[in-house]
């Protein structure tokens, strides 16, 4: 029986001289032959793998297509990471302050601050934007418009994302107001 199966195992494809699992034991095909110490079990595996070096080639996988077709249906984790404090700079919300939901976001922003962060963002002057207290807000307003926009045009990529900033203890108290933002909405 033994035989048998080691000789199942070489045709269909193993290596002889890999270690597996052969009935609840580790060991290679070959040392099992040299275990036994059997004559008959080494002819076996000589035999076995010349029949498997005479016969067709292996088939791995019938249809790589079809393979790379079912791997292009997995869905891969994705993380947005966001650039922090030094990556300001004047109208860099330019692209996105016309999208509702950053309009939202910007309204929402210019209530709890008491001043127009999309001024200043677009109009500067620079050095007042450089400032902390100026800039993580600005930074966290325009990553969540970043995200907003990354959410119309491509869904799928931000539900839900794995998120990551410099500036974490930021990112964390302004990714509830975005989410918040975002149900509020809905």
Not at 24 to 48: F, K, L, S, V
Not at 117 to 125: K, Q, R
Not at 134 to 144: I, K, L, T
Request: hydrophobic share 35%; glycine share 4%.
């Amino acid at each position: 029986e033994k035989l048998n199966f080691l000789e199942y195992l070489i045709r269909q494809g193993a290596d002889p001289e890999c270690e597996m699992d052969l009935q609840g034991e580790r060991a290679t095909p070959m040392q099992r032959a040299i275990e036994y110490g059997d004559p008959q079990t080494i002819e076996c595996i000589r035999q076995a793998m010349q029949r498997f070096a005479k016969g067709p080639p292996l088939v791995i996988c019938e249809d790589i297509d079809a393979m790379r077709e079912e791997k292009a249906k997995t869905k891969l984790p994705i993380a947005i990471i966001f650039p922090g404090q030094g990556s300001q700079y004047t109208k860099m919300l330019e692209e996105v302050k016309d999208l509702e939901p950053c309009r939202r976001l910007l309204d929402k922003a210019r209530e709890i601050l008491n001043y127009d962060i999309l001024d200043l963002c677009l109009n500067g002057p620079e050095e007042k934007l450089e400032e902390t207290k100026y800039c993580q807000p600005a930074m966290f307003v325009a990553n969540c418009c970043a995200l907003e926009k990354l959410r119309l045009e491509k869904p799928e990529v931000v539900d839900p994302p794995l998120l990551a900033s410099p500036s974490a203890s930021t990112m964390r108290s302004g990714l509830l107001a975005c989410w918040a933002s975002r149900s509020a909405s809905e």
